[in-house]
């Protein structure tokens, strides 16, 4: 029987993309584009917002070159946004990184009608 359950081993009947992160993986991933979009509605930075940022970008572009193992489901994860969403959020969220790690909140204070716009929106 086929199943994308990680806590029996690999598939080896996925396919390059299909594979699942392990859920300690999952979680982080999901943690982070979290903490971005709290960041972008107003809530306040806290110590991982940093690398929180960080990861996101790196999810967009997984997804953009579809070059991890795990590319699709995170693809999926992050609600099947397309191509050129995907390449605003990478080319953003440097500009929102900088902002967090100067104090500036003036500088993401257009992000979040961005964002909105490119499809990532609080849940």
């Known amino acids: 029987m086929n199943t ?15 594979v699942p992160p392990k859920p300690a ?3 982080r991933y999901l943690h982070s584009a979290q903490n971005v979009v709290d960041i972008l509605f107003g809530s306040e930075p806290n110590e991982n917002a940093l690398d929180s940022i960080s990861e996101t970008k790196g999810l967009c572009n997984r997804v953009l070159r579809e ?3 795990d590319w699709v489901v995170v693809w ?3 609600g099947l946004p397309n191509r050129r969403r995907l390449r605003w959020m990478a080319r953003d969220l ?4 900088q ?7 003036r500088g993401y204070e257009g ?3 961005v964002c909105s716009v490119q499809g990532l929106e609080r849940h």
């Open 4 to 18: 994308l359950n990680r806590e029996q081993g690999r598939n080896p009947n996925l396919g390059f993309g299909m």
């Open 99 to 105: 902002a967090v790690k100067e104090g500036d909140v």
């Open 25 to 27: 993986t999952l979680s």
């Open 67 to 69: 070059d991890q193992p």
């Open 94 to 97: 440097p500009i929102l990184r």
């Open 76 to 78: 999926l994860r992050l």
């Open 111 to 113: 992000l979040p009608k």
